[in-house]
C-alpha cells in the first residue's frame, strides 16, 4: 500500500531536493491550476508532467527519439513547476511507490535537472522583453524583406498562428516543448514573420544571442 507524506511551508525546489538526497520512489504532486507532478525512482527524476506543458510527442513512440522526448518534456514540465511563482503554504503530497506511466531510462541527477532549469529560464529571462510563452504573436502583415528560409518546426508553427497566438498555444499544437517553441518564436520575430501583440521587434544581432546559449 502506498504511503503519503505532505510537505507545507517549504519551497518546492527544497522539497525535491530533500527527496532526491534521500533516495526515495514515487510522486511528488503539485496541486492546482499550475500544478504537476515529479516522479522520482530512487532519487533519480524519471519524469515531470505540468498542466502548463505538453507531454511527449507521441511521434517518437517506439523510435529512438523517444528517451529524447521524454526528457525535453520532463525538463520542460519542471521549469515551469520550479521557476514559477513561490506557493510554500501549499500541501504537495509526495506518495512513496507510485511511478510514472511514461519515465525516462536512467532518468536525471536532481543537480543536473536544477541546472538546465536554471539555464533555460537565464535564456526566457533574457528574450522576455520581447517574448515570453505566453505573448501573443501575430503574423506580419507589413513584411518586406527578401526571400527568407524557414526550418521545417518555424513552418509548422507559422501555418498554426491563425490570427494570433501565443508560443504556449503553438507549443501544445505543434507537439513540442514550450521552451523550445518560444525560442523558434522569438526567431521568427527577428525574421519578422511574426510580430508581436505587445512588445517591440528584437533586433536581427539578438539572434546570434538565442544561437549561443539555448543550442
Do not use: C
Not at 507524506?5 to 530533500?18: D, H, K, N, S
Not at 511511478?99 to 531510462?105: D, S, T
Amino acid at each position: 500500500m502506498e504511503s503519503v507524506v505532505y510537505f507545507a511551508r517549504e519551497p518546492l525546489v527544497t522539497r525535491l531536493g530533500r527527496l532526491a538526497d534521500s533516495g526515495q520512489t514515487g510522486a511528488l504532486r503539485v496541486p492546482g491550476d499550475f500544478g504537476g507532478t515529479i516522479y522520482l525512482d530512487e532519487g533519480r527524476i524519471v519524469y515531470a508532467d505540468s498542466r502548463r506543458t505538453p507531454g511527449p510527442a507521441m511521434r517518437f513512440a517506439d523510435t529512438p527519439g523517444w528517451s529524447y522526448a521524454v526528457r525535453e518534456a520532463t525538463v520542460d514540465a519542471a521549469l515551469e513547476l520550479l521557476s514559477g511563482r513561490p506557493r510554500p503554504a501549499l500541501r504537495q503530497p509526495f506518495r512513496e511507490g507510485e511511478r510514472a506511466v511514461v519515465e525516462e531510462v536512467g532518468g536525471m541527477s536532481y543537480g543536473d535537472l536544477l541546472v538546465e532549469v536554471e539555464r533555460r529560464q537565464d535564456v526566457l529571462d533574457q528574450m522576455a522583453e520581447h517574448v515570453t510563452p505566453d505573448t501573443v504573436v501575430v503574423r506580419n502583415a507589413l513584411l518586406d524583406a527578401p526571400r527568407l528560409q524557414v526550418t521545417e518546426l518555424q513552418w509548422a508553427l507559422l501555418v498554426r498562428v491563425g490570427d494570433k497566438a501565443t508560443p504556449r498555444e503553438l507549443a501544445w499544437e505543434a507537439g513540442h516543448s514550450v521552451f523550445s517553441t518560444t525560442i523558434e518564436v522569438f526567431r521568427l520575430l527577428v525574421l519578422r514573420l511574426l510580430a508581436s501583440a505587445s512588445a517591440s521587434a528584437p533586433r536581427r544581432d539578438a539572434l546570434s544571442f538565442v544561437r549561443a546559449v539555448a543550442e
